[in-house]
């Protein structure tokens, strides 16, 4: 018996759609900034930490890893995802961010590797959750009970993990809102005038208005070290500089901590993921830990990951 022909065109048809929109696959793509050493190593232990989530979760799935070109072609790299069925996606850095925004809502995508903020894009962000800055505090200052902060509009979200982790941690936080680095100054020379004691600390957060590296860190460092201040920072670069201690990310732990979110926000939640960094290193100054009278043992030094002057 002769198959109808209107069958015959409609599994045509059917097959045709099937070749022009292929299966959504399980693929992660990732995407970083092609750039130079010592920054193209950070993404590729980002990358490693990835692939290592990937590993001990057991489910194989494949990575299809790319370096962005400063100019690249946003329209072409859409295309590619589609023809592959690609729609989980991992960006790096502010070329992974701007990938992003170009990106339509049908992909599925998570940032890491910047310091970004609630309510802008899903992601881990660069910005260390103050559970853990707190954690570090006690143990290099036990002696501190009392946070003092000044903070600009963009890190209110910030100041609500803080106060959380001053409670859980029995720590009073001293926060200060601030609309420009004129006010921050002010309020730390205040507190500096008013008297501060061995009890008090200096908490400088990621924040271009309160903690201005050329204007706000050089001022408190110098009054801090005369007055024998203990100052903990957000920043990295900070501990170099003379505060007692600030935190980095531990970039293989981010990437496993990246996998980990975008498998469980392309299950179908409906809100948008976010953390602050809890994958955190410590870097201490030796000298302005001595300069305080602080003495660690070789034990607690191990726990130190990176130690200044170098």
């Known amino acids: 018996m002769r198959r109808p022909r209107f069958f015959t065109i409609l599994i045509t048809y059917l097959f045709s759609c099937w070749l022009a929109f292929p299966a959504q696959s399980n693929d992660i793509a990732i995407f970083y900034p092609n750039v130079s050493e010592p920054y193209k190593s950070i993404y590729q232990e980002i990358v490693s930490g990835v692939e290592s989530g990937r590993v001990n979760d057991g489910k194989k799935i494949p990575l299809d890893v790319f370096s962005l070109a400063k100019n690249f072609d946003s329209q ?8 592959k069925g690609i729609k989980k996606i991992l960006v790096l850095g502010r070329s992974g961010l701007k990938l992003a925004r170009a990106l339509k809502d049908d992909f599925t995508v998570i940032s890491g590797a910047l310091p970004i903020t609630p309510n802008t894009i899903a992601g881990i962000s660069l910005i260390t959750d103050p559970k853990y800055l707190f954690k570090y505090l006690a143990q290099v200052a036990p002696k501190v009970n009392t946070i003092h902060v000044a903070y600009s ?3 209110g979200w910030l100041m609500s993990l803080a106060e959380s982790a001053a409670i859980s941690q029995g720590y009073r936080l001293d926060i200060k809102r601030v609309d420009s680095t004129k006010q921050a100054l002010e309020f730390y020379q205040q507190l500096f005038t008013n008297g ?25 460092l110098e009054k801090a070290w005369n007055d024998d201040i203990v100052v903990f920072s957000s920043k990295p670069s900070h501990a170099k500089r003379g505060a007692l201690f600030s935190t980095y990310p531990d970039n293989y732990r981010l990437g496993q901590q990246l996998y980990k979110m975008i498998n469980e926000y392309s299950i179908g939640s409906e809100s948008r993921p976010f953390s602050a960094l809890i994958s955190t290193l410590l870097a201490v100054n030796l000298r302005t830990a001595a300069h305080l009278g602080f003495k660690y043992d070789q034990e607690q030094q191990k726990s130190f990951q990176l130690t200044f002057p170098e």
């Open 76 to 83: 072409r790299i859409t295309q590619q995802l589609n023809d």
């Open 153 to 155: 509009n963009a890190n």
């Open 196 to 220: 501060l004691s061995e009890k008090d600390a200096i908490w400088l957060p990621i924040d271009r208005i309160s903690s201005q590296d050329k204007v706000t860190l050089p001022f408190i």
